[in-house]
């Protein structure tokens, strides 16, 4: 029989708890729910109000995985959407407002993605993001050491740079800004990742062509794109184990010596947050938010 549990009043269908989704711990879809459940307070800031791209895996990372833009078939009444514009048309999409609306969607098993923008002024950015990937043999140690000049020529534009790890190979760094369109916040994060590999041109890629990248770190600016969107903090990524993208403090990323130093599953991160409650929560602090040059 299928658990039904009370969520905030909703009533939710809870599935295939026992099912392992993360193979190499044999990490299960309610220890997922559970995670979910227990970092909600400060995951839900960095959902409410964007419109959420679900990457789906509910057989787990070596079953099929797929995106999923639109209102899921069977989606409860009670869970907002909103209509979303794209160059194909406007579309639906689900907005994760609270702890019923994110179990329910944790329940479909999902990465969560999304822009940088809200709702209420979409193609408006209020975020600049940088995905720093490496191409082996360079890791996330590489990664540091870009986002470290990132972080100083930033900052020298006045702009405070805040960093998590991507729960893949990589680093992500984020930073606040005033209300900016989206095609402009692109064209300043191309003409930086430009300046990097100028400055860095050992370690730096600004292109994603694949032949640039091997030894080096693609510094993608694109997903500023108003279209684009980038993991949320604190999601669970489809990997075989249950990594997930976790902000980090710039001491770590200063101190990383080795990749596993940046890498953090599920039960990682309730201490952390106990230890330092949400690292990148000055995002939503419109006193630090840069104004582009």
Known sequence: MTPITEVEGRRLALTNLDKVLHPATGFTKGEVLHYYATVAE??????????VSFLRYPDGPDGQVFFTKNVPPGTPAWVTTAEVPHTEGPARMVLVQNLASLMWAANLVTEFHTPQWTIGTPGIADRIVFDLDPGTPATVVECCEVALWLRE?????????????????????????????SADVSAYAKGLAVEAEKALPRRVVH???????????????SQNAGRKTTATPYTLRARAEPTVSAPVTWDEVEGCGSPAQLAFQATDIPPRVQDFGDLLAPLFDPDRAGQLP
């Open 42 to 51: 400060v995951l839900l800031p960095h959902l409410r109000d964007r419109p």
């Open 153 to 181: 020529r930033l900052a020298a534009d006045g702009i405070e740079t805040y960093a998590k790890s991507s729960g893949s190979k990589g680093l992500h760094l984020l930073a606040p800004v005033a209300p900016t369109p």
């Open 207 to 221: 292109r994603m062509t694949r032949n640039l990248r091997p030894g080096k770190v693609f510094v993608d600016w």
